[in-house]
């Protein structure tokens, strides 16, 4: 993961300003501590702080084309981009091995019409310094955060997190995942229109070697690497998946003739909760080098501001799913490691959670499922991005590839229902599809695991000790206050309440000036 900013059209070119575009610039140095880049054309600016994963010695930004008069800042991964260098060979000469390059000669075949042709997951603000026209892209489901506001004199302001532009912007609001913004066209429009983005109800009949197929096509393009990598493993379905597919698969990839065949894993954990006994077996099984990683109370309690500045965010679910990640991402990039491969995403796509069991019908279950992706960018997605960039690691979701969720949500809900009487769990799709007798990916009991919130599989103290913590920092008459503090999302709890004044403290006025979209 890298960090984006652009400024487009100031009036002011000065020097102080290119140098508050810098400093601007910098608050995202944690998403990418191996270099910084920075253009500029008049009133216009692209910053970018770079994490380098793929081609580390030639991949710097900003990007340009032959006579640089086309630039480009990324944020991305683009897994198709050996295919698309072979179409542009004879048009395009490429100066860099970056994934992100193959984004300028698109640009100049197609326009503004070739997002869809990218399948990776991005951010990116490209900018033509022919007819001073620019366009930015957010991936399908908003992987990689984006936001987009305005500057007192009109410019327009894109960056990665909030912190790069909150001061300097009156309003701003999250770039809407699956568009692009076309100063062209004066505005937004959506280019990822799959066919369950209208929540109609699909009919496609359940093929479970489809399904395994196409998560583990999703699993193998996440290889493609130029330094060291490993998998979350939290001794779950999804992680162990994960795991599974990628052990069984790495030795065909350019990845295992770097670094060789072994796979490292990591964990955390309190002392003796499940996720550690979990993932040790699964460890064990599948023969990774298992790394675990302990935490206490009180180590997540002394990192809660750091998890909120980093997150921008005082939901409570997400900074307390955030916190160990957090520390568990400073360990992992602390041993070499600069990319991990993740679970998320897999519980929205297939309603695995618990609450699921109750849907009345096929038709609000689907529904229900639309919902949960399309919110992701607001919650897990945010959570998994934010607090592993937090220490310059990227996270990889394939359960998040554009392909894997067309055909999980083109699948037939009635598939995915609960039904006890016919021996269906949550998820029951995806754990058939990868229950193979001669060759199996998990071990049974594994395989059909009932699923634990990562917060309660860290240990269950966790929450409770965080409960137990902020009733002693918050008072009963602050609560009874709470109201006139913040009328705006009011805190219901004390826990909630901690967390907002902790926001509230390195991000005054924030919450005021952002406005939710959600598209």
């Known amino acids: 993961m890298c960090g984006i900013l652009a400024v487009l059209g100031c009036a002011d070119w000065s020097q102080a300003k290119r140098a508050r575009v810098l400093s601007c610039s910098r608050r ?12 500029q054309c008049e009133g216009n600016f692209l910053a970018q702080q770079r994490l380098s994963v793929v081609s580390p010695l030639s991949g710097d930004q900003p990007l ?10 990324a944020n991305g991964e683009i897994y198709n981009h050996k295919k698309i260098r072979k179409q542009f060979a004879a048009k395009h000469t490429f100066t860099t091995g970056s994934d992100c390059e193959v984004i300028i000669p698109l640009y100049e075949e197609y326009g503004e019409n070739f997002v869809n042709m ?18 930015a892209a957010r991936d399908a489901v908003g992987v990689n955060p984006l936001y987009f506001g305005r500057g007192s004199d009109g410019s327009v302001w894109i960056a990665s997190e909030m912190k790069a532009l909150h001061e300097d912007c009156p309003k701003f609001e999250l770039f809407p995942p699956g568009n692009l ?36 096509k999703a699993v193998i393009k996440r290889l493609m690497t130029d330094v060291p990598f490993g998998v979350l493993l939290s001794g779950g379905l999804d992680s162990s998946l994960v795991a599974s597919v990628t052990k069984r698969h790495l030795i065909e990839t350019e990845a295992a003739k770097k670094f060789g065949t072994e796979l490292h894993s990591f964990v955390v954990g309190l002392e003796g909760s499940p996720d ?10 599948l023969g990774t080098i298992h790394h675990e990683f302990h935490f206490t109370v009180q180590d997540g309690i002394d990192a809660i501001e750091e998890v909120i500045y980093h997150n921008e965010t005082y939901d409570v679910t997400t900074i307390r799913a955030s916190t160990p990640m957090f520390l568990m991402a400073r360990k992992i990039k602390a041993l070499g490691v600069k990319m991990v491969l993740s679970g998320e995403g897999s519980d929205e796509l297939l309603g695995g959670y618990l609450y699921f069991h109750f849907a009345p019908n096929k038709e609000e279950f689907h529904k229900e499922t639309c919902r949960k992706v399309k919110a992701l960018h607001q919650y897990d997605c945010l959570r998994a991005n934010k607090a592993t960039s937090a220490w310059g690691l990227e996270v990889r979701v394939p359960f ?3 392909e894997f969720i067309d055909v999980a949500m083109s699948m037939d809900p009635e598939w995915k229902l609960y039904d006890a009487n016919l021996g269906r ?17 998990l071990p049974k009991h594994i395989l059909y695991r009932q699923k634990e919130q990562f917060s309660d599989g860290v240990g269950y103290n966790w929450i409770d000790g965080l409960k137990a913590f902020t009733e002693q920092q918050v008072t009963d008459e602050m609560m009874k206050n709470a109201a006139e503090e913040y009328p705006y999302n009011t805190p219901i709890n004390k826990e909630a309440y901690y967390y907002r ?19």
């Open 28 to 39: 995202l140095k944690h998403r990418g501590p191996d270099w910084s880049g920075l253009f």
């Open 64 to 73: 340009y084309n032959e006579d640089r008069t086309v630039v480009v800042v």
């Open 118 to 135: 990218l399948d990776g997951v991005f951010s990116f603000v490209l900018y033509d310094t022919r007819n001073k026209t620019y366009m």
């Open 181 to 216: 913004y076309s100063s062209a066209a004066g505005g937004f429009r959506r280019w990822y229109n799959p066919q369950w983005f209208a929540e109609h109800v699909p009919a496609t009949a359940y093929q479970p070697l489809v399904l395994r197929e196409a998560f583990e």
């Open 276 to 285: 550690l006994k979990a993932a040790r077996e699964v460890a064990d099984y």
């Open 400 to 402: 998040l590839d554009k």
């Open 425 to 441: 769990i949550e998820k029951w799709v995806l754990r058939k599809a990868f229950d193979d007798e001669k060759e199996p990916y």
């Open 501 to 519: 004044m902790i926001f509230e403290r390195l991000y005054p006025q924030m919450d005021r000036l952002y406005n939710k979209i959600v598209n």
